[in-house]
């Protein structure tokens, strides 16, 4: 079959092709709408105090900020985590998912430390950045020697980001998979009519 007589016939097959654009972009607007949970972020920021209020001391906590991280994010201060949401957030989380929800990050040259919590819920994100904070600076001498934690600017639900829906994203998604889809079935319909006359 040549390709423009094959291009004919799928031309007269339009409706097939309008009709799964149709659907499949619907199903794209109601997916984006009532399916897709957005991701809330809380952040809080906590300061390190130096051990020692000499220049060489704070210049040596700087150089710590890492190792203080990596305990704030380690299996055993994040199975304090779980617990403490567990019990005054009735919020049940394995270690595993909060090391994936859980983020932190420093400023350059300072003893700051950023921490951001993203889940499908508002609430949850608040608890889960604050917790984190509160069992780090009740654990964290646990394991080494660390100057006074002060939460500076607490996680609040007023304050959590959400991320965008991408509505249209999820409509010409559904709808290309719909034109693809739509072709595919009318090269069938037009194979099975082939074959039927003859």
């Known amino acids: 079959m040549k390709l423009e007589t094959l291009i004919r016939k799928i031309i007269k097959q339009w409706y097939i092709l309008v009709l799964a654009v149709v ?4 199903a ?4 984006s709408n009532h399916v897709y949970h957005p991701v ?4 809080t920021t906590m300061l390190v105090h130096p051990r020692k209020h000499t220049g060489a001391s ?4 700087i150089k710590l900020m890492p190792t203080y991280q990596g305990i ?9 985590v ?4 567990a019990k005054h957030s009735k919020y049940k989380v394995s270690v595993e998912k909060l090391s994936q929800q859980i983020h932190s990050s420093t400023d350059s040259n300072t003893l700051l430390i950023h921490v951001t919590a993203g889940t499908t819920s508002a609430k949850s994100a608040v608890a889960i950045a604050n917790t984190t ?3 780090f600076k009740k654990h964290a001498n646990d394991t080494v020697k660390i100057g006074k934690i002060t939460q500076l600017v607490k996680a609040k639900k007023q304050n959590v980001t959400a991320s965008a829906r991408e509505t249209k994203k999820f409509i010409l998604t559904g709808g290309l998979f719909g034109l693809v889809l739509g072709l595919i079935i009318a090269l069938f319909r037009i194979q099975f009519l082939s074959i039927k006359k003859s």
């Open 23 to 26: 659907i499949f972009a619907g």
């Open 28 to 31: 794209g607007y109601l997916w």
């Open 40 to 43: 809330y972020t809380a952040k």
């Open 58 to 61: 704070v210049e040596a906590d």
């Open 72 to 80: 704030m994010l380690g299996d055993s201060m994040l199975n304090h």
């Open 82 to 85: 779980k617990k403490d949401l």
């Open 133 to 135: 904070v509160k069992q």
